[in-house]
Structure formats: structure tokens, C-alpha cells
């Protein structure tokens, strides 16, 4: 499996930005798809997660009701909207992806198997 994110770049505080994930290489119905971030100094924190059965969806209280996730199945890209950003959203954001059986997916410590390369995010 392969994911490859696009999308990042340089916002104003209070503006928008959508982020993009491609997978490709699989053919396995269910994931659970997450975006993470990282700032320099800061450990990795996960901030959304959508399960491609169900829809479910899953966000960090810091993202509550600014970010959303979305995907698009036919074309196995998964959008992470983030709207209102503040400069404390600057960091390298990454998706990642593990199989699952599960109808939801809520456990941002799980071990995701894929991860892609990242995509820098930068708010002033």
C-alpha cells in the first residue's frame, strides 16, 4: 500500500486548507485512514480518522469543528478540510492507514501499518 499526500502549503491564520491522500495498492474493503501531524519539538499527534466502511469518523478535540474528513472511495483519496486554521496547526501532516474489521476507528495509538511522506502545513 502506498499513500502520498498533496495539498500543503502556506495560509493565513483564519483560512482554509485541504489536504489529500492517494492510496493505492490495495484492494481491501475496510481501513481505518488517519491524519496525523507533527510540529518541530512536538510529538506526533493524530488528528482525524475515517473508517472507508462505514464513514465513522473520529477527531482530536484540538480539530473539533474546524477539521473535517472525507473520502472519496472510487477514487481511494481521503481529504482532511481544515478550516479556521491558527498558526498552532503548523506542522507536517501525514496519513497513515491499518485493515479493519471494525465499524469505527478511535484509537490513534493503534499501530498503522502505511504511512505516507508528508505534506508541510505552515500558518502565520
Known sequence: VQLVESG????????PLRLSCVASGYTYRRHCMGWFRQAPGKER??????????GDKYFA????????????NTRKITYLQM?????????????????T????????????????????????
Open 61 to 72: 478535540d484540538s480539530v473539533k469543528d474546524r477539521f473535517d474528513i472525507s473520502r472519496d
Open 83 to 99: 478550516n479556521s486554521l491558527e498558526p498552532k496547526d503548523t506542522a507536517v501532516y501525514s496519513c497513515a492507514a491499518y485493515k
Open 8 to 15: 500543503g502549503g502556506s495560509v493565513q491564520a483564519g483560512g
Open 101 to 124: 474489521a471494525s465499524h469505527s476507528c478511535r484509537n490513534f495509538g493503534r499501530d498503522f501499518n502505511f504511512w505516507g511522506q508528508g505534506t508541510q502545513v505552515t500558518v502565520s
Open 45 to 54: 499527534e493524530g488528528v482525524a480518522m475515517l473508517n472507508t466502511g462505514s
